[in-house]
């Protein structure tokens, strides 16, 4: 697609297999926490578990991701509720103004407050990505 170098690391596209197509289907998702000693990118679902690629994953764990110029194979973890908006809520307070962007380029109103954050995130799901060899 030929995005990676403008979105840099707080977006990725991942390339997964349709649940009911098998055919390859391709989504920009919103990257909330990257451990690159891990070897593991974290991925928000705005829609929660009613995002298409989200439940994609639910079917078939194994995907594609493009970071920047590279391509990796992960395998996808779900993380509870209470795990991912805890993850969240810890974003927003060490980078608000890059959740307010985020939030912008969205199209979401935004409020500074972590509380708030904490409210506007309760439908958000996050996903690990584990990278799982070269592809």
Same mark, same amino acid.
């Given at each position: 697609?030929?995005?990676?170098?403008?979105v840099?690391?707080?977006?990725?596209?991942?390339?997964?297999?349709?649940?009911?197509?098998?055919?390859?289907?391709?989504?920009?998702?919103?990257?909330?926490?990257?451990?690159?000693?891990?070897?593991?990118?974290?991925?928000?679902?705005? !829609? +929660?578990?009613?995002?298409?690629?989200?439940?994609d994953? *639910?079917?078939?764990?194994?995907?594609?991701i493009?970071? #920047?110029r &590279?391509?990796?194979?992960?395998?996808?973890?779900?993380?509870?509720?209470a795990?991912?908006?805890?993850?969240?809520?810890?974003?927003?307070?060490?980078?608000?103004?890059?959740?307010?962007?985020?939030?912008?380029?969205?199209g979401?109103?935004?409020d !500074? +407050?972590?509380?708030?954050?904490?409210?506007?995130?309760? *439908?958000?799901?996050?996903?690990r990505?584990?990278?799982? #060899?070269? &592809?």
């Amino acid at each position: 697609m030929g995005l990676g170098p403008v979105v840099g690391r707080r977006f990725l596209l991942l390339v997964h297999s349709g649940r009911l197509s098998g055919a390859p289907s391709r989504v920009v998702v919103e990257v909330v926490a990257h451990d690159k000693e891990g070897r593991t990118w974290t991925v928000a679902s705005r !829609s +929660g578990d009613r995002a298409r690629w989200y439940q994609d994953l *639910q079917h078939t764990r194994q995907a594609t991701i493009q970071v #920047g110029r &590279r391509f990796h194979a992960v395998t996808a973890h779900f993380l509870s509720a209470a795990d991912g908006g805890e993850m969240l809520a810890d974003r927003t307070a060490h980078r608000p103004l890059t959740v307010r962007a985020i939030h912008t380029l969205l199209g979401e109103e935004t409020d !500074s +407050g972590a509380e708030s954050s904490r409210v506007t995130d309760t *439908q958000t799901r996050c996903v690990r990505l584990h990278e799982s #060899g070269p &592809r």
